[in-house]
């Protein structure tokens, strides 16, 4: 199938969405029994971290680590969110820098300022989209201090649509940013998969809710075959993704092809599908890949490949650079809960 879909449903029992681009899976979203990144908290500071400038905080779902934090006491309020999932074992890792983030519109309180997104590069649009939001804001003001971004997302949207989100976020922003005294609670819940692909996944598609959607578009066995380390990347070559507790291992191989670019060919046709394999698999932190063999000459040219593919990923990713050994060191935040995580949970 040509195009793209966003099939929303569930799967073994949890709210998921999926989007494939021409027939391919290209990313998932399955919901999991822990707090979601986004979530809003009023926490109540416990105890300090001495040597590491962090604190423990009080929250109705747990434990809580904030970074960095200064002039914070022990018993005082304030306001948190989840920026990822937590570890096993680990406290749920939050950040004082708050962001309302929708479709089109991200409300930054502490960091004033309307802003649109280069990506929206025609004047008279970026005009049209200035215009609503400012038409939102005067009727719904963004809370003292707070700021606003527009999302590159709103290129291709309605004023209409932009001056609602607008107005929404900002009143939103106002409401939580008022109730920062009290007990630990939570004031707002982070989005659940079918409300991301609604806010992340904005180009035009075509949209499934039917009850087994999933299975309608062979979703339900694609996503099983993720649970699979090995992935066949044509003429015979393969890659392997295999998670541990400390690293992401990734070994790149040749299989039967002997050309004389055979490792190249194959470390490439890695590099394109890397990004989309870490994705569907929930998988950051480090990476270390073992790419098949090649002159030194061509490392140049996979790191060219491997930078292209991450460019166009959501998520943050930094290429370290090479080992003594030959190795490939990636950093990649942990924005997702890995894939067999949410398998061995689904079957609790």
């Given amino acids: 199938m040509k195009g793209r879909l966003i099939a929303l449903e569930q799967y073994r029992g949890r ?12 990313d998932i979203r399955i919901d999991a029994p822990l707090p979601r990144p986004g979530s809003i908290y009023r926490a109540i500071a416990d105890r300090p971290v001495k040597g590491q400038g962090g604190m423990f905080l009080t929250t109705p779902d747990g434990t809580a680590f904030l970074r960095q934090v200064k002039g914070l006491s022990p018993g005082q309020p304030i306001l948190v969110q989840v920026t990822g999932y937590a570890e096993p074992g680990k406290a749920i890792p939050v950040t004082n820098r708050l962001l309302f983030k929708s479709r089109y519109a991200i409300v930054t309180p502490g960091a004033p ?3 649109i997104s280069r990506s929206i590069r025609d004047d008279d649009r970026r005009d049209a989209v200035q215009v609503a939001a400012r038409e939102a804001l005067a009727q719904t003001p963004l809370p003292e201090g707070a700021g606003l971004i527009i999302r590159s997302s709103a290129g291709m949207a309605e004023a209409e649509e932009i001056a609602s989100d607008v107005a929404d976020m900002a009143g939103l922003a106002a409401q939580v940013l008022a109730d920062a005294d009290g007990p630990a609670e939570l004031l707002l819940e982070g989005d659940g998969p079918h409300d991301l692909a609604w806010r992340e996944w904005t180009e035009p598609a075509q949209i499934d809710t039917a009850e087994g959607c999933f299975a309608d578009h062979g979703i339900d066995a694609l996503i099983a075959g993720l649970e699979s380390p090995v992935i066949a990347l044509g003429g015979g070559h393969s890659m392997i993704i295999e998670p541990t507790s400390a690293l992401v291992a990734i070994d790149v191989n040749t299989g039967g092809d002997t050309s004389p670019a055979a490792g190249l060919k194959a470390n490439l046709a890695a590099a394109r599908d890397l990004p989309r394999q870490l994705r569907l698999r929930g998988l950051g932190g480090l990476v270390i890949v073992d790419p098949a063999p090649i002159p030194k000459k061509d490392r140049r040219q996979l790191e060219s490949a491997l930078r292209a593919a991450f460019k166009r990923d ?28 949410i398998f061995s949970q689904a079957m609790e």
Wanted: hydrophobic content about 40%; proline content about 2%; charged content about 30%.
């Fill in 15 to 26: 709210e998921a969405a999926a989007l494939m681009v021409d027939g391919r899976l290209d």
């Fill in 113 to 115: 300022g309307v802003n």
């Fill in 314 to 341: 959501s998520t943050e990713t930094i290429l370290a650079g090479w080992t003594q050994l030959g190795l490939l060191e990636i950093q990649r935040k942990r924005d997702r809960l890995p894939l067999t995580r």
